[in-house]
């Protein structure tokens, strides 16, 4: 390696370092300002950026493992406002786990979130597991999904209920980014299966977990009818799409052969895989120079793209009202 790409290399970390540093003593500042614990570890995770003379990408957020009686709690606040004072725009994960949320947190949050104004935090993963999230925190964290780059949304163990579901579809609504979403141990009822059905069905959502619910057998039928029911289709799509190709192929070679008109493809009697394109004349040339006469591409199209679905420990069996009755329909639906 030569001088001048070490003389670099040396100051970009030395750049890295000063500022973790400064991050880390923005964090500690404000946690004495707001009364707040000082995290282990975002504190274990800085001082391991800084050895190691690497950014910070992933933010873990908890409390300690033994934690005395007259110990102030670890809050949300002194984190989110120390990203914004220093506009740390490397975080890519952020990982909230048994800390408590407040209203105003998650409006933090999702204001930090939605890609807009001058600086964008870019975090694409956000895991709030047992934070006391309520039905209206789910209503605006719903709202800024769709502003957002998160990929992977995990909130295990927050008892918000069918109602909270219905807040965060709001933001799903053929969404193109998500792929991820895990709602395990949050008090879902048979309802939330016929909210989330038609969300994953067209959206780009590949993972859901559902662990842990109460979605029993008409839940479970409810979240993968839309699903089924677009297999099907695809399915009897592509039965008929062969015969029906060909069929208007040989109607063409017919058409052609009676009214006098021979080409290469009729004498020969095959059906081209391919269309032949016309011979270009002069002014294709001109077309070719104009660029508001491109075709634009059209936008990826959005579900079902669902390959995986964990429904563990969810009341699915002939113990419900629906008794076998229910099991039966939804055995059929996944075969």
């Given at each position: 390696m030569s001088e001048k790409k070490r003389k670099k290399q040396k100051e970009n970390s030395f750049l890295d370092i000063s500022i973790l540093k400064k991050f880390l003593l923005t964090y500690e500042q404000h946690c004495d300002e707001t009364q707040s614990s000082v995290s282990p570890t975002i504190q274990k995770g800085l001082w391991n950026c800084i050895n190691n003379e690497v950014a910070i990408t992933k933010f873990v957020l908890s409390s300690p493992e033994t934690v005395p009686e007259d110990f102030p709690p670890v809050l949300f606040k002194p984190l989110v406002k120390t990203i914004r004072d220093l506009r740390y725009m490397l975080g890519k994960e952020l990982c909230i786990w048994g800390i408590l949320l407040s209203n105003l947190d998650i409006a933090s949050l999702a204001i930090m979130l939605e890609l807009k104004g001058?600086?964008?935090?870019?975090?694409?993963?956000?895991?709030?597991?047992?934070?006391?999230?309520?039905?209206?925190?789910?209503?605006?964290?719903?709202?800024?999904?769709?502003?957002?780059?998160?990929?992977?949304?995990?909130?295990?163990?927050?008892?918000?209920?069918?109602?909270?579901?219905?807040?965060?579809?709001?933001?799903l609504e053929g969404n193109k980014k998500l792929l991820s979403l895990s709602l395990c141990y949050c008090n879902l009822g048979i309802e939330s299966g016929s909210v989330l059905g038609p969300v994953i069905a067209h959206t780009a959502i590949q993972e859901l977990y559902l662990n842990g619910n109460y979605l029993q057998c008409s839940g479970a039928v409810e979240l993968i009818t839309p699903i089924s029911t677009y297999a099907q289709g695809l399915a009897a799509e592509r039965d008929t799409a062969p015969e029906t190709s060909t069929d208007f192929a040989h109607q063409i070679l017919e058409a052609t052969g009676s009214t006098g008109i021979y080409t290469a493809v009729?004498?020969?009697?095959?059906?081209?895989?391919?269309?032949?394109?016309?011979?270009?004349?002069?002014?294709?040339?001109?077309?070719?120079?104009?660029?508001?006469?491109?075709?634009?591409r059209d936008a990826a199209v959005v579900g079902p793209w669902l390959a995986k679905l964990h429904l563990a420990d969810n009341g699915i069996d002939g113990r419900g009202d629906e008794g076998e009755t229910g099991v039966l329909e939804f055995s059929q639906l996944l075969t």
């Amino acid at each position: 390696m030569s001088e001048k790409k070490r003389k670099k290399q040396k100051e970009n970390s030395f750049l890295d370092i000063s500022i973790l540093k400064k991050f880390l003593l923005t964090y500690e500042q404000h946690c004495d300002e707001t009364q707040s614990s000082v995290s282990p570890t975002i504190q274990k995770g800085l001082w391991n950026c800084i050895n190691n003379e690497v950014a910070i990408t992933k933010f873990v957020l908890s409390s300690p493992e033994t934690v005395p009686e007259d110990f102030p709690p670890v809050l949300f606040k002194p984190l989110v406002k120390t990203i914004r004072d220093l506009r740390y725009m490397l975080g890519k994960e952020l990982c909230i786990w048994g800390i408590l949320l407040s209203n105003l947190d998650i409006a933090s949050l999702a204001i930090m979130l939605e890609l807009k104004g001058r600086t964008i935090y870019p975090f694409y993963k956000l895991e709030m597991i047992d934070c006391g999230i309520d039905v209206w925190s789910m209503e605006r964290l719903g709202k800024a999904l769709s502003f957002s780059n998160l990929v992977s949304i995990v909130l295990d163990y927050n008892k918000f209920g069918d109602e909270g579901v219905k807040g965060l579809v709001h933001g799903l609504e053929g969404n193109k980014k998500l792929l991820s979403l895990s709602l395990c141990y949050c008090n879902l009822g048979i309802e939330s299966g016929s909210v989330l059905g038609p969300v994953i069905a067209h959206t780009a959502i590949q993972e859901l977990y559902l662990n842990g619910n109460y979605l029993q057998c008409s839940g479970a039928v409810e979240l993968i009818t839309p699903i089924s029911t677009y297999a099907q289709g695809l399915a009897a799509e592509r039965d008929t799409a062969p015969e029906t190709s060909t069929d208007f192929a040989h109607q063409i070679l017919e058409a052609t052969g009676s009214t006098g008109i021979y080409t290469a493809v009729s004498s020969l009697n095959v059906v081209p895989e391919k269309p032949q394109h016309a011979i270009s004349d002069g002014n294709e040339d001109k077309k070719k120079r104009k660029g508001k006469n491109k075709k634009k591409r059209d936008a990826a199209v959005v579900g079902p793209w669902l390959a995986k679905l964990h429904l563990a420990d969810n009341g699915i069996d002939g113990r419900g009202d629906e008794g076998e009755t229910g099991v039966l329909e939804f055995s059929q639906l996944l075969t």
